[in-house]
């Protein structure tokens, strides 16, 4: 068999085997990471922070807490965040006493507040997790105000590389005050900052490695002595998607090739076979989002 057939061959059937054992891990992982009995990522906390009124150039307090995110606390490295189409629900509340002290100042007849908090991104590690609609309806004057918004992307993945990561408030926002008409957007934003000593941590969540599926098989199952056993070799991921990385080849235990995959599939080269029955594991090395995964492939060397 040529090796343009074998590749054809392990296009159609070592790949294509592989992704669709690895997409019903997948699945299944998937499943697992739904089920509503799972801990949730965000299971509450707060900080304070210092809100500038503009104009007047005034600080005040005003502390936030949020609960309920739905985000499982553990993920798949490197996969989709599990965001449903609507998004994933976020509650929490602000305490708006001092700004109410400040507003109380000015000469305007406040009867109703809200508040919204435009441009609000959770932090995961590094990545951004943008809360759209945080803020709540006008309403009401009272200390504590109910805000409620959502996480939604339904392009965000997870951190590529395994760990655990903390799930953070952002050091700063906007807030903007709601007021009843007329009054509605006589006030400016609010730049608001974290205060010094405060703990931006709201919940963590736990990155896992994805498993790894092989499929390898050498282009002839026996070769004449001084020529080289080729193996062509197929590695997918858990979410289906083709691995990365390096694959090499052993012989009794030492390297005798080594690849970088392209679109999750090489070709190795395996020279200076003795002759006789030989077995070559193939082992896919892994990285930082994916496990290592290995398969034993078998030649026999004639003269």
Do not use: H, W
């Not at 965040?81 to 002290?101: F, K, R």
């Not at 006008?138 to 997870?158: K, V």
């Not at 590529?160 to 400016?188: H, N, R, T, W």
């Amino acid at each position: 068999m040529t090796t343009s057939a074998v590749t054809k061959r392990l296009a159609a059937t070592g790949l294509a085997t592989v992704l669709t054992t690895s997409a019903l891990v997948g699945a299944s992982a998937a499943s697992a990471s739904a089920a509503p009995e799972q801990a949730k990522a965000l299971g509450g906390g707060g900080a304070t922070f210092s809100c500038m009124l503009p104009v007047l150039n005034l600080p005040v307090d005003v502390p936030l807490s949020l609960d309920g995110l739905a985000l499982p606390t553990s993920l798949l490295a490197d996969a989709p965040l599990p965001i449903p189409l609507g998004g994933l629900p976020l509650l929490g509340s602000l305490e708006v006493g001092g700004l109410l002290g400040l507003l109380g100042n000015l000469p305007l007849p406040i009867g109703q507040l809200g508040a919204n908090l435009p441009g609000f991104d959770l932090l995961l590690g590094a990545l951004e997790l943008p809360i759209s609609g945080l803020g709540s309806a006008l309403g009401p004057i009272s200390e504590i105000t109910g805000i409620a918004g959502s996480l939604t992307g339904g392009d965000l993945r997870a951190p590529a590389k395994a760990g655990v990561y903390d799930v953070k408030l952002p050091s700063s926002f906007q807030l903007e005050a709601l007021l009843p008409a007329p009054l509605s957007g006589l006030i400016p934003a609010f730049p608001c900052t974290i205060k010094d000593g405060e703990n931006p941590t709201v919940g963590t969540v736990k990155v896992t490695k994805q498993r790894a599926a092989m499929n390898a098989q050498a282009k002839k199952a026996v070769i004449k002595k001084g020529k080289p056993a080729k193996v062509m070799t197929a590695v997918a991921r858990q979410d289906g998607q083709a691995a990365t990385g390096r694959v090499v080849a052993l012989v009794g235990g030492k390297q005798v090739a080594s690849k970088q995959l392209q679109n999750g599939r090489a070709t190795l080269a395996v020279k200076k076979l003795g002759k006789g029955a030989k077995k070559i594991v193939v082992k896919y090395l892994g990285n930082g989002s994916t496990q290592s995964v290995k398969k034993t492939v078998k030649v026999t060397v004639k003269k």
